[in-house]
């Protein structure tokens, strides 16, 4: 059974720090891309950050980059995003994605919800 669960949401005042972890299960973990999204109320889902299956290469987009650092683990399953200088705007539920690269699998967390509220 494939599972994805996020982990280290929460409420924190702007300019605070919070590290998101997904713990995956189920799958070659591996093999696998990962990715961060987030969706605020109202709004659609957005492409925070992504990695590579080897974690040699970072993707971020242009409002988080310089604040946020996206990181993985294989020997733990783990991927994790390192979030720095946080500001209200980045207040979302932001979920854990895997995807493999020429095939269909693409697998999600639940979401974790953060808030940066002073």
């Not at 971020?60 to 500001?87: C, E, H, I, P, W």
């Amino acid at each position: 059974q494939v599972q994805l669960v996020e982990s280290g949401g929460g409420l924190v005042q702007p300019g605070g720090s919070l590290r998101l972890s997904c713990a995956a299960s189920g799958f070659i973990f591996s093999r696998y891309a990962m990715r961060w999204y987030r969706q605020a109320p109202g709004k659609e889902r957005e492409l925070v950050a992504g990695i590579t299956s080897a974690g040699g290469s970072t993707y971020y987009s242009d409002s988080v980059k310089g604040r946020f650092t996206m990181s993985r683990d294989n020997a733990k399953n783990t991927v994790y995003l390192q979030m720095n200088s946080l500001k209200p705007e980045d207040t979302a539920v932001y979920y854990c994605n895997g995807v493999r690269l020429g095939f269909a699998d693409d697998y999600w967390g639940q979401g974790t919800q953060v808030t940066v509220s002073s």
